[in-house]
């Protein structure tokens, strides 16, 4: 696609509900990044995907907290047993290269927690 | 001390005023530096890169990087109602870690 897709938009779960975020990101970006947006602040990296690999996964918050990309394009991000500080703004990124390349981002998931 | 400092604002200006956004930084291996712009209820929108010190020019936007100061800026000329939104400087840690700023939202006022 043109750009980078996620859905759902907004989510809505009740505390202690497992959630899947999806990112469709550009077509052919061999990199994939989540980020984490609280209200008023800026974007908070959680992980990172070269292909299907899992390079860096040091901004997870919790063990919680699972993401996968396993055919190297699509990738979820999972929560599980939501708590109330789960609820933020979920990023998904692409990029074209392993190297320096500026990452491109999604319109994120608005994920609130009852 | 965060490593990316940024003035949340919020910062209102006239229409046709001359933008200045400012955020100071602490890791002086920092190399490229990223200026997105973020609309409510969107993702972050690239508007320019730079890699080292020096200006960047591209339309009605300069950025320019002081790396002696830890000091970096995005200029808008003849700013719009249209240019009213969340301005965040973003610098990569390593070649894909973004430390992101809290981000300065602006409105321009008509």
């Known amino acids: 696609g043109a750009g980078v897709s996620q859905s759902p938009r907004y989510k809505v779960a009740k505390r202690g509900q497992d959630v899947a975020l999806r990112c469709d990101p550009i077509?052919?970006?061999?990199?994939l990044f989540w980020y984490q947006q609280a209200l008023g602040q800026g974007p908070e990296f959680l992980t990172y995907f070269q292909n299907e690999a899992q390079l860096d996964k040091s901004g997870l918050p919790s063990d919680r907290f699972f993401a996968e990309r396993p055919e190297g394009s699509v990738s979820t991000l999972k929560i599980q047993r939501t708590q109330q500080e789960d609820s933020a703004v979920y990023l998904c990124a692409s990029s074209g290269g392993t190297g320096f390349q500026p990452q491109h981002f999604g319109d994120g998931t608005r994920l609130s927690i009852l | 001390q965060k490593e990316v400092e940024q003035d949340p604002g919020p910062l209102s200006v006239p229409e046709g005023a001359i933008v200045s956004l400012n955020c100071t930084y602490s890791n002086s291996a920092f190399q490229y530096f990223m200026w997105y712009r973020q609309y409510s209820r969107k993702g972050p929108e690239l508007l320019m890169y730079t890699y080292s010190s020096g200006n960047k020019e591209d339309g009605r936007f300069t950025a320019q990087v002081d790396k002696s100061s830890k000091y970096i800026s995005l200029f808008i000329r003849d700013s719009q109602p249209s240019d009213s939104a969340t301005y965040l400087c973003a610098m990569p840690s390593g070649t894909y870690k973004y430390i992101f700023g809290t981000g300065t939202r602006l409105k321009v006022l008509a």
């Open positions: 077509s052919g970006h061999v990199s």
